[in-house]
């Protein structure tokens, strides 16, 4: 089963994903910033990332910008409602997989998790 750590600083959101994706047999965890993301990901677990851009404190690119400086290797898609091309083009430079918009369909974004986790099992 793989774990998948939901970053997003809407709590609403984050319970409802975990839902979903717990339904559908992901183990998920979620934090509410990007602050304690390296401590997680360094003590547990985890298999992808499902990444918000836009957060008080340390946002999504500050925390890729933290996992390749740490040499971390893990998936991670941005899941973000700032969705712009440039935007897109960052992530991707920083070594996120993929790139989705909020609101998200949900069948859309398992199948964007599933291929990536495939692609770069």
């Known amino acids: 089963m793989e774990s998948i750590l939901i970053v997003d600083d809407d709590v609403n959101l984050c319970t409802v994903l975990s839902e979903e994706l717990t339904e559908v047999g992901y183990e998920t965890y979620f934090l ?3 602050n304690g993301v390296l401590d997680y990901i360094r003590n547990n677990r985890v298999d992808l990332i499902l990444l918000d851009l836009k957060m008080p404190g340390k946002d999504g690119f500050d925390v890729l910008q933290e996992l390749t400086n740490a040499h971390i ?16 083009i960052d992530s991707a430079k920083l070594g996120a997989s993929d790139f989705i918009s909020k609101p998200y369909d949900f069948d859309e974004l398992l199948i964007t998790i599933r291929k990536v986790v495939q692609r770069e099992a």
Request: charged share 15%; proline share 0%.
């Open 32 to 34: 509410s910033n990007g």
């Open 73 to 88: 290797d893990v998936r991670v898609i941005v899941l973000t409602a700032y969705a712009d091309v440039q935007s897109a």
